[in-house]
């Protein structure tokens, strides 16, 4: 067992490092403050090759290991979760799927574009009566012609506002249950029928493009199905095994951003006459913040090193997420502890961090699923099923 990153990890790392401290970190409060989502900054992701980065160079991707990949993620999670989350959508849930699952032709279509930026894409997976239960979904695809219509709605959908490419998963012979779905490549532009429309107040996230889509009368060609219809749930059940990594690599990020301001902030400010880090109570909660970024780093660093060595990593996956998430949100609460009044205002990152981590146990798999799928590799047994 080795745990040195290799030369080039931590070079990858350092640049990821200082690149979301000079663009990214000073953008996030005004960002945030102005429920702005950053064009500007999206493509200098884009630039630096964050948008496809474990895709292979013969498409237009930095060709990435997961570990690697896992660190850039931290480093910009750290900075700002509304740019995490961008990198995640459209670099696991959306390029790993066309990987993995599309043809060449789809791999040579999109992939280009979407590494290089010109492009971002969205999954959609989540409907307004389907969240968990992500096999029952209403959106219905019928065959046409040449090939497919389809009608349905999706919500909490993060780029939809400004994806050009659209995966939308929907229900071809209801009858069939998870093996009736399809994942189509809906390209957005000039399609009649394909609406968005933009949700705000979020209690984080707010610089991020979180929308609605309406499918009304969708028509898509035949060629337009990512791998056979009716493995739609694999495409989406693979994709969030990206996707929940990604997710849990973000959350290490926030963690170890809490740590570091608290970490300064307790030996500047003063009380009793002394920086509030002399006293232990406050080391404590310093220690509880690092003993938990450690842990949770550890486990997303397993789950890439599963994903690198081409072995099954759903359970690993969903241990990381479940405990990087968590982590996450009580690293953030911790940290506006430490900071005291100080810490209840966006001047330290640390408010922003607790309003934006909250979302990280709900999406992309509750923290309730994520213990379901660990319950059932442990057991065998299917707790979602009702006996
Ligand atoms: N990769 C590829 N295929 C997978 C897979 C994975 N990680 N996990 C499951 N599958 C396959 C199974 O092999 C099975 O295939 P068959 O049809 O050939 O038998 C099929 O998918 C169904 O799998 P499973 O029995 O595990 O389905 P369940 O209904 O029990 O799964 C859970 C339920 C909870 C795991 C699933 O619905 C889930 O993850 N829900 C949360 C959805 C979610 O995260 N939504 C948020 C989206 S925000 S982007």
Known sequence: MDFDLTDEQRLVKETARSFTDREIVDRARENDRNEHFDLELVAKLADQGYLGAIVPREYGGAGLDYITYGLVVEEVGRGDSAMRTVISVQTSLVCSSILRWGTEEQKQRYLPKLCSGEWLACFGLTEPGT?????????????????????GAKMWISLASHAKLALIFAQTD??????????????TEGQDGFQTQEIHHKMGLRGSDTAAISLDDVEVPEDAVLGEVGDGFKVAMS?????????????VGICQGCVEESVNYSKERQQFGKPIASFQLVQAMLADMKVETDAARMLVYRAGALKDAGRPSTTETSIAKLYATEAAVKCANTAIQVHGGAGYVDDHPVERYFRDVRVTTLYEGTSQIQKLIIGRALTGINALVPS
């Open 174 to 187: 209801p009858e069939q249950g998870h093996r009736g779905l399809a994942c189509f490549l809906v390209e």
């Open 239 to 251: 994709a969030l095994d990206s996707g929940r990594y990604s997710v849990a690599a973000g959350c």
């Open 131 to 151: 969240g968990s239960d992500a096999a029952n979904q209403r959106t219905r695809a019928v065959r046409t012609d040449g090939g497919w219509k389809i009608n």
